[in-house]
């Protein structure tokens, strides 16, 4: 069985580089069981439809899976109190800049 690879979008990075340590270690945790079971996380409704979220603790995880070609697409992560709402900002901003050709 071939094996599954991440990928993260900037925001992801950066939202993780600036994590305490424990939080951080609590992340590369998380990542690596769904690197085991990619779909492990929770489908999302609404405008978030045809992403996953995963559940570590106070933190969530937003993703895609590539089942196909064995990709995990981290989009974005951040404490579940207003991860949902940043990251349809976050979504909004990007549909904008492409209708613009930015």
């Not at 991440?6 to 340590?21: D, G, M, N």
């Not at 064995?70 to 992560?77: A, K, L, T």
Request: proline share 4%.
């Amino acid at each position: 069985m071939k094996k599954f690879r991440v990928r993260f979008t900037p925001e992801a990075s950066r939202f993780i580089k600036k994590l305490h340590p424990d939080i951080k270690k609590l992340i590369r945790n998380s990542i690596d069981i769904l690197l085991k079971d990619p779909l492990k996380g929770d489908e999302l409704h609404g405008e978030l439809k045809g992403f996953l979220s995963f559940k570590p603790h106070r933190y969530r995880i937003i993703y895609k899976t590539d089942l196909n070609e064995h990709w995990i697409d981290i989009y974005y992560v951040g404490h579940r109190r207003d991860v949902y709402e940043n990251f349809k900002r976050l979504i909004e901003q990007m549909r904008l800049c492409e209708r613009r050709g930015t």
